[in-house]
């Protein structure tokens, strides 16, 4: 028997993988809230009105899982304990259910204990179909002119401009000096610029520790994202130094048997070869398919992130991957940087503006990290750069490229390739 | 005294390379044309109309490049012989030029001297800006109503597109049977689709050896794509088994002091490691720019090429890189190919499709080659598919490749992603 806890991205995506590797194990996934499967990252575009209703969000059921791949889910069934060396998990019923492998996918929460007054009824989370429907339900009934959203992270920016689009004043304030969780002045300052050019005001290096204080219609918090370990250490498994729960490159724990995937485990990072907690959705579901695999007796690793994401911040993509410079001072490289402004297509062929920062180690020239900001191509070519990164590309291969050239796509000169020579010019 | 022979792409990166290099260098630029620095990559967009003007396609100007980078330039100036033991070159105006270091930059031409008939008024070839504006009076004065064009390379299919949207019912022949120079029949097919969604008709399989069995009202001759090598080889420069000027990884010829750059010459193929002609506008700006740099006495070298390009056909990107199945056999590989077509955004963020396709070697998991088609993210793609060529990645650290995700940009897996866990598969 497979127990699997945790039914969203992680989970599901371990659980399928094992069925496909082993047609026979039973397999069970025990989900905690009322449904399964659920593009969390859908939830702002459910509150905007983009997405018609919570329904398009959910791609499986769990009638879905049991007709079709003979996995068993039961939702609204949140495990109390794990008793490994009896082999079982403890339900808060009562209830006791023996597995030979366990996969952990509890993901992550946002910690709203430290926020005073986080009870009233015009504050919010922004993390399960649950709370994107009372939101919903909040902006229909109450319809509230103002909001405050704590926490610049990508939640946070993402719930800022689905509400600004349904006609709030929006205010995000931010504890840290930084947009998106990334130490770099050049893209928070971008971030900005992008959000007043909205109307929405950013308060960097503002803490907000109780909600009363903000007079403000609605309350959005999108900050203190931890990892959902309890389960795990109380049941004796190592909690690694970034607070997530270690694993092996086949995501197995340090207690044998059990495998941890998704927003809770720690996953090694490409470019430092140390562990990291960057809980995101892909990442959820690449761990998630190595740690069914390897739960059903297969055979896969998982390398490793390099830390890639991309936000829409009303239209405009902010992606960055690897580190920014600051971040790479702190672990301990010596960061050259080049950041440009440069034309995504011939000046002839009614170009757009896109900036590209590139982070490269002065002693080993390779690059450690890129941010692309833009209206147009960011995704592809953050995706480049995360390439690259992977593949430890030093600053000289990356600058000839043989990227894609055609008026309609992009000028003779990428805007990868012109910071690139801006950044050589450094060394 | 540095003599450049050619004053567009490769041969002006080449002029201003040197200068950055050395201050006080004598250089001097020889253009046969009329003109110099113009974007060749325009001209479809020019006689389609969304350029207005050819001045809009000129970047530089000779009187720019005396002033601000003391480069002399002179246009309408054709060599007539390289003396090299001499050190000159030959005008043929019989004038002689000493040189200390000379870069051969001599282009390429569409040959058609196999073409009956095509000195008539209403055939044309579409190289040069001189041939864009006598089609673009042709259109004005003539309105035409059908078009032939030979040839469905890149310029065959821009120019099919172009005259398409100027009213003209267009017709492709091609004498291979394939299109945009791929021996790949699915690529082919999808070229063959989408002209034909857009009223074009792509004939295959015909060569045309005249134009006067041809009833349209204009012909554009765009096949029969050469080298520009007979002054090379007449001064016992080795031209290489792919027909352009051989070159070692400084764009050096085999005449010490003499180098090759832009669509002349031979580069390296990153993926076999052997020489191959692949003109393209990129590889110009690129390898001018090193032959520039080491004929001015720096140590640049030029790593080599992957063969990436991209086409846009009626809004649709078309885009390959490395080699297809059928081309890597041809190269020693034994090739494995999957090909998916994939949602670009999630199913509830308006997601467009596009195809992807990989192939890798066999023997060594590498990936050798990929197309990418598509209205959407098929430059961003396809540059992903050419770093990773580049970086000799195999499929499975590709399959784990950390790609951006956010539901504006992306579905969770990615299409390249798809694409790679379906060649996995299949080893």
Redesign the interface.
């Known amino acids: 028997m497979l127990i699997v806890i945790g039914g969203v991205?992680a989970g599901l995506s371990a659980a399928a993988r094992a069925r496909r590797l082993d047609p026979r194990l039973e397999i069970l996934v025990l989900e905690k809230g009322p449904v399964i499967s659920y593009?969390a990252?859908?939830l702002p575009?459910l509150v905007e009105g983009?997405?018609a209703g919570p329904a398009?969000?959910i791609v499986y059921t769990p009638e879905y899982f049991r007709k079709e791949r003979q996995i068993e889910v039961r939702t609204n069934s949140r495990v109390a304990t794990i008793a490994h060396p009896r082999r079982e998990v403890v339900l808060e019923s009562g209830e006791r259910l023996r597995y030979e492998r366990l996969v952990v996918a509890t993901g992550a929460r946002c910690e709203t204990r430290g926020i005073a007054g986080f009870g009233a009824p015009h504050a919010f989370t922004l993390h399960t179909l649950d709370d994107a429907e009372r939101m919903r339900a909040f902006l229909r009934d109450r319809r509230p002119r103002t909001a405050a959203v704590i926490g610049a992270g990508?939640i946070g920016v993402e719930a800022a401009d689905a509400l600004r689009r349904r006609g709030l004043a929006v205010t995000v304030f931010e504890a840290s000096p930084h947009a998106l969780l990334r130490d770099d002045a050049a893209v928070t300052e971008a971030v900005r610029k992008q959000l007043e050019r909205h109307h929405v005001e950013l308060r960097t290096g503002e803490r907000v520790s109780g909600i009363d204080d903000l007079r403000f219609d609605m309350v959005v918090v999108a900050a203190g994202f931890r990892p959902n370990t309890e389960l795990a250490a109380e049941a004796g498994i190592e909690i690694g130094r970034t607070g997530a729960i270690r694993t092996d490159d086949r995501m197995e724990t340090t207690l044998r048997g059990v495998f941890a995937a998704g927003d809770c485990a720690e996953v090694n990072h490409?470019v430092t070869n140390r562990p990291a907690w960057i809980p995101?959705?892909?990442?959820a579901?690449?761990t998630g398919r190595v740690a069914g695999a390897c739960a059903a007796g297969g055979r896969e690793r998982?390398?490793?992130?390099?830390?890639?994401?991309?936000?829409?911040i009303f239209g405009m993509?902010f992606?960055t991957?690897g580190f920014s410079a600051a971040q790479a001072r702190a672990e301990g490289f010596t960061p050259v940087v080049a950041r440009v402004e440069a034309n995504t297509r011939?000046?002839?062929?009614a170009p757009a503006k896109t900036t590209v920062e590139l982070v490269a180690d002065r002693a080993t020239r390779r690059l450690v990290g890129g941010a692309v900001i833009g209206e147009d191509?960011?995704?592809?070519?953050?995706?480049?750069i995360?390439?690259?990164l992977?593949?430890r590309?030093r600053i000289d291969?990356f600058e000839?490229?043989?990227?894609?050239?055609?008026?309609?796509?992009?000028p003779?000169?990428?805007p990868l390739l012109v910071a690139a020579q801006q950044l050589l010019k450094q060394f």
């Open positions: 991205a593009g990252c859908g575009y983009r997405v398009d969000l990508y490409l995101l959705g892909t990442t579901n690449k998982f390398a490793g992130v390099v830390g890639t994401s991309i936000v829409s993509g992606a991957t011939p000046k002839y062929y191509g960011a995704a592809g070519r953050i995706n480049v995360a390439g690259a992977q593949a590309m291969e000839q490229l043989d990227l894609a050239y055609s008026p309609p796509f992009s003779v000169w990428d």
